[in-house]
């Protein structure tokens, strides 16, 4: 029995697991006062929700073998570096539950420990060449060529969602300005249709579903909803476009929020964005586009791949 941890950056889930099942789970957003000191938190909250899940499912802790962390950013030996949507820098979080538990501990980058799950077990276990793209609260990425995931050496490389899609475009979390992830992550999504409907920022990526899908666009036909929401997906397919003229890969999965969009109008509106015309520069077939298939517990599952 492992435990698998998927930090993000406005939730963290605790799952304890048995190969790719998920025995019990437990979920916490992260609150705006959660966010006055951000490392202690998420320090009290995974200790309480690995106690607590062990305590409830009649399970030793000490008999855990394994407990992997998936982080947003960039990750190194159990440090998170830097990670922007979280807010964090040099956060020795592995040392921290150190003092809390005696199991083995891993911490990796969010988006490769989900798309390693979807590799062996998920949407792209049939394929060699694959870019995964996790849309939740920034965009993370990872790609497999060859059935290897690639791995440059310096930094975690692959920071997909930082590439330029809008010269001098709006201001992102990494400091640089017009990132794909500032256009076409959900947070993204959830700050425009928000704004536009004078609402809270604060919501649930469920309630964000519920207002874009039901209520506002596809029952009142609010337009400017429509709006922010075609721009979201003109942004999601420049940006997987460019990936698919880089990568040339057979699959594109979509993880993060964004795979629960899977069954609704707006995941076929992407697809049709992306097979039209002169989208990329090879004309042929384009390759299959699909939602990720753990959905968001692929971060989970992928963290206690070793
Ligand atoms: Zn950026």
Redesign the pocket.
Known sequence: MKIGIDLGGSHIGVGLIDGTNIIAIKDKILTREDRVDIKSSIVNEITAMINGLCAENGVDVNNIELIGIASPGTTSNGVIVKA?NLGVKDFDLISSLKKNFNNQMILRNDAKCAAMAEKVYGAMKDYKDGVFLCLGT?IGGAVFMDGKLLEPKRYSGF?L??M?VNKGGRL?????RG????YSSIKALKTKVTETLDMDSDISGEYLREVILKREIFEAHNEAVIEDLENFLEYLQVGICNLIDIFEPEIVVLGGSFSYYEKNPIFQMLLDKINAPKTTFNEGEKPKIVAAQFKNDAGIIGATLI
């Open positions: 922007g920034g920071e969602g930082h330029v992102c979390s990494c400091g640089k990132c794909f992830e500032s």
